[in-house]
């Protein structure tokens, strides 16, 4: 009987806990029927996850495409490459799905990837993985490789399609478009045109849905869901093809032969804003980033003591203010603000005598610009045009990057170096903005690069940019009487800026040799090259078409070179180029000049004569050795690039003659001892003075040339660059 009282215990409290477990049982059902989750997850969303499959429909980033249309920045296929091992992928297949013989695979793979056959084959032999990628060397792959691959029907390998960036010009305007970087959700602009703009380039993706069955195939009733991707608008810049290309090779040409550390330029129209050509050097490549050294657009982003270029505002703020008497004398050289001050010196440290203020102006006299701030307007005066002319604020261009000089104005000496541009810094675009005031009566504009917004598929603009007055500075009588002065800093004979006069169009302009600042032992570095070279002009002067600015920093100069040199080859290549691209007809009557690089014939054999009228025909200097008729040899060798104004010599089938070195370079003297096969030695530096040979003397093979050379006189150069002599 306890037996069967046990037993009858057992059984009641089995029945008792699966009537516990059903209940608890029956409610979790219950209360998963009435809400539809099971710990947070939605089971009707989980199911309908289950049986829908989707892809994304990825948006296309807009192009960027210069005035012209001409396209900057595009998109292509590439292709990433790689290969499954495993050979679990080849079950139920009649055809091999993985790589089978990875000796043969890797040998024909070798030279599509610029890999060894050997480190293909390590990458394939691994047996714990299913598949395998080549690294770099296995992606950004072109169509055209991608097509070669298959052809050789290696089985296992397999292509997936990826989006690129490309820029098909190469350095062209790089730090202006800049480029993009690859991340989670496809390209993001890292740097310019493709930062700024990121926004309305990138686009947004779509994507498709659809129900299937366990096998992934689509039912027959899929409820297909499309939402079709918002592709990025194309963005329309200012700039001009082929004015840039005038420029980007210019610039080529004088980092070649120069090597400068840096160097800027811009040409903008002076009455819109709009900049028709921005270039920096060291440059780079946006397709592979070859070359990027610098990763601020300079022309933005490039605070530096300007040098004589401010004089511009200095000479307009004094101009306008009703402080100005250009017939007035004063005497230049060196002057004092306070008794307590350093005096302020000309480039020519003893000056010129008592001239005019006219004269100090076209001289780039610092003494002249000193007096004009401190004894006439008054520096609070200057300070309010440094302000009217927002060369204290950003220009707020349109491009990613930019940043902001600083206007010293603490002390009496630094208000008064301010208007000769030592001690406070600006960048080339906030003296450019600045600069559209002078040349567009008065009225100040706002330089952009984004011409317009359009989208891609329909063609209809979504922004249209206009030009935009953002001050007016100075008054229109004001403007045409500086714009007046600045041409005769072109066109006096005693103008620093000579060099930049242009064949059948009139410049107004002003040159600038800014003094470099010592990082290490205070005050500013020394030495002929230790400058920033620089030039703002605007032709035609009457009616004014473009506005440029060069600046170059420290070129490597010959003896005999100035830093002018470089700078006016750029701006005189481009600017005469560009205006009879536009179908601006010359003011003069003068065959332009073409400053574009020459390429030598090969004039061996050929008649001396014939040779000469071609080379002087391409503004080449000639120098003939010797009374044959026919050409012998020459220096530089045929097939050689030379610049316009290079010196040629060449050597006759006759009797070679010593010519008249006097006032030649030591390059030039060394080019006449390898064209004869003559020793040559010289004294001292600079330009040929004496020379050992006499001229018309017969020269014999390994014979000695030795000459003298002088350097030009100091103050007479400095005077020709019109240097900003720092204060003492």
Excluded: C
């Amino acid at each position: 009987m306890k037996k069967l009282k046990t037993t009858n215990v057992m059984a009641i409290a089995l029945m008792l806990l699966f009537i516990l477990v059903f209940v608890v049982m029956f409610w979790r059902l219950v209360y998963i029927q009435a809400t539809g989750n099971v710990q947070g997850v939605d089971l009707q969303k989980w199911a309908e996850k289950q049986r829908s499959a989707s892809y994304t429909l990825e948006a296309e980033r807009g192009k960027i495409l210069d005035r012209t249309g001409m396209v900057l920045a595009d998109n292509r296929p590439s292709y990433r490459m790689y290969a499954i091992i495993d050979e679990s992928y080849s079950v139920n297949s009649m055809e091999p799905l993985h790589v089978t013989d990875l000796e043969a695979t890797a040998k024909q793979l070798a030279p599509f990837l610029n890999m060894s056959s050997s480190a293909i084959y390590q990458k394939l032999n691994q047996d714990e993985l299913f598949q395998v990628e080549f690294g770099p060397n296995g992606r950004d792959l072109s169509n055209d490789v991608r097509e070669q691959i298959e052809n050789l029907d290696l089985p296992g390998i397999y292509f997936m399609k990826e989006p690129k960036r490309y820029y098909p010009n190469g350095t062209f305007a790089s730090h202006v478009i800049g480029f993009t970087q690859k991340n989670d959700d496809g390209y993001e602009g890292i740097m310019g045109i493709e930062k700024s703009q990121e926004e309305w380039l990138k686009g947004t993706d779509g994507f498709v849905t659809f129900k299937r069955d366990n096998y992934t195939y689509k039912l027959l009733n899929p409820d297909e869901v499309v939402q079709n991707p918002e592709h990025g608008a194309d963005v329309y810049l200012t700039l001009d093809q082929k004015i840039q290309t005038f420029l980007e090779d210019a610039m080529d040409h004088v980092q070649a032969q120069y090597e400068p550390e840096r160097m800027m330029a811009v040409v903008m129209n002076p009455k819109t804003g709009e900049v028709l050509a921005m270039s920096n050097r060291p440059s780079f490549n946006p397709n592979d980033r070859e070359g990027l050294k610098n990763w601020y657009n300079d022309v933005i982003a490039y605070p530096f003591e300007p040098g004589s270029t401010m004089k511009i505002f200095t000479l307009a703020a004094a101009i306008d203010s009703d402080h100005y008497d250009g017939e007035e004398e004063y005497q230049s050289g060196n002057y004092k603000i306070l008794d307590n001050t350093k005096a302020i010196h000309d480039h020519k440290r003893q000056g010129w005598g008592e001239i005019t203020y006219n004269e100090g102006v076209q001289r780039s006299s610092n003494v002249a610009f000193a007096k004009l701030v401190w004894e006439k307007m008054g520096t609070d005066m200057f300070r309010q045009y440094l302000t009217r002319f927002q060369l204290d604020q950003p220009t707020n261009i349109d491009i990613a990057g930019e940043r902001t000089g600083k206007i010293l104005y603490d002390w009496p000496i630094e208000k008064v170096t301010t208007a000769f541009g030592q001690g406070s810094t600006l960048t080339p675009m906030q003296i450019m903005k600045a600069a559209t005031a002078i040349a567009n009566n008065g009225k100040m504009m706002q330089p952009y690069v984004i011409s317009k917004l359009v989208e891609q598929e329909t063609g209809e603009v979504i922004q249209q940019s206009e030009p935009q007055v953002v001050g007016t500075p100075i008054s229109s009588s004001t403007a045409k009487e500086v714009m007046d002065l600045l041409e005769t800093v072109v066109t006096s004979e005693v103008g620093t800026g000579q060099r930049y006069q242009l064949e059948g169009y009139s410049v107004a302009g002003k040159t600038g040799t800014a003094q470099i600042p010592d990082p290490e032992g205070g005050g500013y570095l020394i030495g002929d090259e230790n400058y920033v070279f620089s030039f703002l002009g605007v032709a035609p002067k009457e009616e004014p078409e473009l506005m440029m600015y060069i600046a170059v920093k420290q070129p490597n100069l010959e003896k005999n070179e100035h830093g002018s040199q470089p700078v006016s080859y750029i701006f005189r290549t481009v600017m005469e180029n560009s205006l009879h691209y536009l179908n601006i007809v010359p003011e003069k009557e003068s065959a332009a000049l073409d400053w574009s690089p020459i390429i030598l014939s090969d004039y061996e054999g050929k008649t001396v004569d014939k040779v000469r009228d071609d080379l002087l025909s391409k503004n080449v200097k000639v120098t003939v050795i010797g009374d044959g008729n026919k050409v012998k040899s020459m220096v530089p060798k045929g097939e050689t690039e030379v610049l316009p104004g290079s010196h040629v010599m060449v050597l006759t089938n006759g009797n070679p003659t010593m010519p008249d070195m006097t006032n030649w370079s030591l390059r030039e003297v060394l080019m006449l001892g390898e064209l004869v096969n003559a020793k040559t030695d010289y004294i001292g530096s600079g330009f040929v003075t004496k020379q050992n040979v006499p001229a018309s003397s017969r020269i014999e093979e390994g014979q000695y040339i030795v000459v003298e050379l002088t350097p030009p006189e100091t103050e007479e150069r400095r005077d020709e660059e019109g240097h900003d002599t720092d204060i003492e």
